[in-house]
């Protein structure tokens, strides 16, 4: 379910309201989207990959997380990279991302790594 949207990042291009098929987000004008119907998310990873930004974090489960998820921690997201890895391990990540956070641990070097990164990480603290 998606978790984070940046509001630093997000450039409020409403991409991922456009996007999303199970309508999650409201736009805001001139301001940044909010995620409006949580529960209504399933998953698809279409708005992480499609945000410019790299803005977004969907974490791979299909039901919403503990509060103390470390997948709901966004600044640790933002340090570890987290944040539209998915659309770079998909091919679709094309300009440098904006406001580049360093890495501080190894990325994955693919999506079937990336997924398996983040699961482990769910399954550990779950
Ligand atoms: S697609 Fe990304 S940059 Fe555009 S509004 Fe959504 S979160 Fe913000
Ligand atoms: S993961 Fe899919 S369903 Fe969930 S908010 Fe993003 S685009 Fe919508």
């Known amino acids: 379910m998606i978790e984070i949207l940046n509001a630093d990042r997000c450039t409020e291009c409403d991409i ?28 698809c990873f279409q708005c992480e990959a499609y945000c410019p930004a790299d803005a977004i ?22 340090a570890a990279g987290q944040l539209g890895l998915y ?14 956070a360093p890495p501080t641990a190894p990325l ?6 990336y997924h398996r990164t983040v699961e482990t990480l769910h399954r550990s603290t779950s």
Do not use: K, M, Y
């Open 57 to 78: 974090f969907v974490a791979p489960s299909r039901i919403p997380l503990r509060p103390d998820s470390p997948l709901r921690d966004e600044d640790a997201l933002l």
């Open 16 to 43: 991922c309201v456009r996007i999303c098929p199970t309508n999650v987000f409201d736009a805001v004008e001139g301001g940044v989207p909010v995620i409006a119907r949580h529960s209504d998310c399933q998953t």
């Open 87 to 100: 659309r770079e391990r998909v091919g679709w990540r094309t300009t440098p991302v904006i406001s580049p």
């Open 108 to 113: 994955p070097s693919s999506t079937i790594d």
